[in-house]
């Protein structure tokens, strides 16, 4: 007898009323997309939980990509067997031997299916009586037991299993819309489309480069770090926009105090334009309240002036530390600190004003006629595909 399935139980969705059936659905894709490479397994929906049928797989490395999977609340491996008194003590003994540590336990038994002869508090004690027998040193503690043996007996089978690993909690991703998420090269802005995600929205994202003062380097920083962040999606598709043009003109036309303001600006109204034509609803950064000149409220506001889209921040109000320890969790921290240059750190000038007048940026940025370069510049963004595991996929201007 071995472990043969894993079982995944839900959480947050199964609260999800009549959005229940599409929620569990998509879960049920993100599943299988995530698990591609395991050619043996199947999955089964339930209504309240779903298997993974093992089919000879080990389950060590699935459980490893499961935690990565939002809406998923916890999973553990288990035995399933005929609704077989004979065969469900075995299961039970084989799943407290396998517990190498646990010297108490206890049994649970859930007994949905009430054809089954034996009642549920007797049951645990005819389990409990035959694990007592069968091993050596354990004993039974029904309060704060080593390992909790739980036997699920439903219509056509009985599940037996011990530990329960924790998922990653959230919504499945693509249950709650899209975003397009502003991924520089940085620490944060990967952090952000991560929790974003969490909360079941699908990203593409956005980055703005400017060869040659960007080298390839820090673009292959920025393909890696979607890369990574597939792990918790299925594909992220990158709208790489080449930013040089504008930048050096904002650069020389607009005084210097008032340069990065215009450049953000910019940033928003290309994203802006990629989000309606891709049909999606909302802007996401990494910004984080009073972290840097760009981010104070004055500037948060000057800079927000140009767009009505949502712009959700996940970030906002959290602390520098807190976000690097999202960072390192989600493997994205040793990427965003490889050393090259982001097209904002190029052109950001020795004092750029912490508190810009949204009326003195549109003077400014009233004075020069931009309209043709950003033209030109969206015009000129590449789509890139990441898929997981598989690669990269070039589609240049797929969009416009
Ligand atoms: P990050 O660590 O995400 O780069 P940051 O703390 O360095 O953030 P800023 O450089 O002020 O902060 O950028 C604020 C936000 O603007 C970023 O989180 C990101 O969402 C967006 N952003 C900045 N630079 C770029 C870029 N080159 N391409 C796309 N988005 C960018
Ligand atoms: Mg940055």
């Given at each position: 007898m071995e472990y043969d399935h894993i079982v995944i139980r839900y959480g947050?969705?199964?609260?999800?009323?009549?959005n229940r059936k599409m929620f569990t659905s998509r879960l049920q894709e993100n599943v299988a997309a995530q698990l591609k490479?395991?050619?043996a397994i199947k999955i089964s929906m339930h209504r309240d939980q779903m298997y993974i049928v093992l089919n000879g797989e080990k389950p060590d490395e699935i459980i490893e990509k499961l935690k990565n999977i939002f809406g998923i609340q916890s999973m553990s491996v288990a035995i399933k067997t005929d609704n077989e008194v004979e065969l469900i003590k075995q299961a039970a003994l084989h799943a407290l031997q396998s517990e190498q540590n646990a010297k108490t336990f206890k049994i649970t038994t859930r007994r949905t299916n009430k054809e089954f002869p034996i009642g549920s508090q007797e049951f645990n004690h005819v389990l409990g009586g035959h694990l007592l027998s069968n091993t050596n040193g354990h004993s039974v503690d029904?309060?704060?037991?080593d390992v909790e043996i739980k036997v699920d007996i439903r219509a056509k089978a009985t599940y037996i299993t011990s530990r329960k690993i924790l998922g990653a909690g959230g919504?499945?991703?693509?249950?709650?819309g899209k975003t397009l998420l502003l991924l520089s090269g940085g620490i944060d802005s990967p952090v952000a489309g991560f929790l974003a995600m969490k909360r079941g929205v699908q990203i593409e994202a956005i980055h703005f480069h400017s060869p040659p003062f960007t080298s390839e380097r820090a673009k292959q920083k920025v393909i890696d770090l979607a890369q990574r962040l597939t792990e918790y999606g299925a594909k992220i598709k990158i709208h790489v926009v080449p930013f040089t043009k504008l930048q050096q003109k904002i650069h020389q036309e607009i005084p210097h105090g008032y340069s990065m303001t215009v450049m953000r600006r910019m940033m928003m109204r290309i994203s802006e334009t990629v989000a309606k034509d891709r049909d999606i609803l909302s802007l996401t950064t990494g910004e984080s309240l009073g972290?840097?000149?760009?981010?104070?409220m004055e500037s948060m506001h000057a800079i927000n002036d140009v767009t009505n889209y949502p712009i959700i921040r996940p970030l906002i109000a959290m602390d520098k530390e807190d976000i690097i320890k999202i960072a390192e969790q989600i493997k994205t921290y040793d990427i965003s600190i490889r050393p090259y240059e982001d097209c904002c750190t190029v052109f950001v000038p020795k004092a750029p004003k912490t508190k810009p007048k949204s009326d003195k940026v549109q003077y400014f940025e009233g004075l020069i006629d931009f309209s043709d370069d950003l033209k030109e510049t969206i015009e000129g963004i590449e789509t890139i595909d990441i898929k997981k595991d598989i690669g990269i996929d070039k589609e240049l201007n797929d969009l416009f």
């Open positions: 947050e969705i199964a609260l999800k009323g009549k490479q395991f050619k029904v309060h704060h037991p919504l499945p991703v693509g249950t709650a972290q840097v000149a760009s981010q104070t």
